[in-house]
């Protein structure tokens, strides 16, 4: 088993490993847990919610790995946390940045470097009406990176701000309107053009597409798509929509409360999903063939989403699956094991046929 699966949870640490040429980011038994606390003052921890428990993964330079899965399942704290913004309970997010030319870990970088990496990693948010600021022109928004870093005079950033407007599909004139003049679709790209100010490596995409229209979407897609053979970009894409992933991603991460389940290249996952809860995600992606969708059998999980303050033992997945009918399932929590070249399922039994 690779180091990089390898599941024995630990604190984060400064032993900076040998990362392979073409890999970008490696994330390494990575917790982020939110405390519950009662009391008066709210002093006393009584509890933690395990938004995310012990992940691992790799992203290779160039590619789009695809992390899916129901809402509140810890895809986005997985973002937040892989980016700092949210303080990592523990594990290392080792990244290789351009800026510093060196691997660093980002779950424990001091002020210095952290600033350093934000040039090199960068965000797109969810919602195009609440990230971008309704006081500030197109122009500031997107100038603001650059400003803060310190990067161009006046006059070179409202030429940039101009340039990159240009290579979101807007048009450079609007440099001085504000955020309500804009509909969905285009406030996104002036959120991919504020990301792409610094010239990041690495971008992470927080559902960037979930808030617009279909056919919007598919514009935004094609201009991600676009911007990655252009600039050399990697992407994390979240999203809890599989028709997107399978479209945009390279690899599939798939996830469950707090866990990754299961991981794959985009077709093997699709083709041949190993893991019951990613069969069960599967079945719901609709097929634009009338009598195919008709025919075939949707798959109904019984059963309530465990709480993440209070998972069950074993595999988190064992309340709901089909196949979970050892012993095993319930005592011992899965590691992610390649059973096939390239393909990980953390599950007893994945080989098991599953029946609905």
């Known amino acids: 088993m690779s180091e990089t699966m390898d599941h024995t949870t630990h604190a984060a640490t400064d ?19 939110f405390p519950i606390k009662k009391g008066i003052f709210f002093k006393k921890q009584v509890g933690a919610v395990q938004a995310v428990s012990d992940i691992s993964f790799e992203v290779k330079k160039g590619e789009t790995l695809g992390l ?5 399942c810890g895809k986005s704290t997985t973002a937040r946390a892989v980016m700092r913004l949210l303080e990592p309970t523990s594990g290392d997010v080792w990244f290789r940045s351009e800026k510093l030319g060196k691997v660093i870990n980002v779950a424990t970088a001091s002020k210095e470097d952290l600033r350093a990496i934000r040039e090199d990693i960068q965000i797109v948010f969810q919602d195009p009406y609440a990230s971008l600021n309704p006081r500030m022109t197109v122009a500031s928004i997107i100038a603001e990176p650059l400003l803060v870093h310190g990067v161009m005079s006046k006059e070179e950033r409202l030429d940039e701000v101009k340039r990159l407007l240009q290579v979101v599909g807007l048009q450079p004139e609007h440099v001085n309107r504000y955020p309500h003049e804009f ?12 990301a792409l100010a610094l010239k990041p490596s690495f971008i992470v995409l ?21 911007l990655q053979s252009e600039f050399g ?31 794959a290249d985009r077709n ?8 019951p809860y990613t069969h069960a995600l599967l079945s719901a992606v609709p097929i634009p063939d009338p009598t195919i969708e008709v025919e075939r059998e949707r798959i109904l999980l019984e059963g309530e989403i465990p709480h993440p303050s209070n998972p069950p033992s074993g595999c988190r997945f064992n309340t709901r699956c089909p196949i979970a009918v050892t012993g095993q399932c319930d005592v011992d929590v899965p590691e ?20 609905f």
């Open 15 to 33: 032993d900076t490993p040998q990362l392979p040429d073409d890999v970008i980011l490696r994330v390494n038994h990575l917790v982020k847990e």
């Open 183 to 194: 509909s969905g679709g285009q406030r996104q790209r002036i959120g991919v053009a504020r």
């Open 233 to 263: 970009l990697t992407y994390l894409f979240i999203a809890h929509d599989l028709s997107v992933v399978r479209h945009i991603s390279d690899r599939v991460a798939v996830m469950y409360l707090g866990r990754l389940v299961e991981m």
């Open 336 to 355: 992610l094991t390649e059973v096939e070249p390239g393909h990980w399922v953390a599950c007893h039994y994945p080989e098991v046929k599953i029946v």
């Open 68 to 72: 899916v899965g129901e809402s509140g």
């Open 206 to 226: 927080d559902e960037p597409v979930s808030a617009l229209d279909v056919s919007i979407q598919a514009q935004v897609l094609n201009l991600l798509d676009d």
């Open 268 to 275: 093997a996952l699709y083709e041949r999903p190993m893991h």
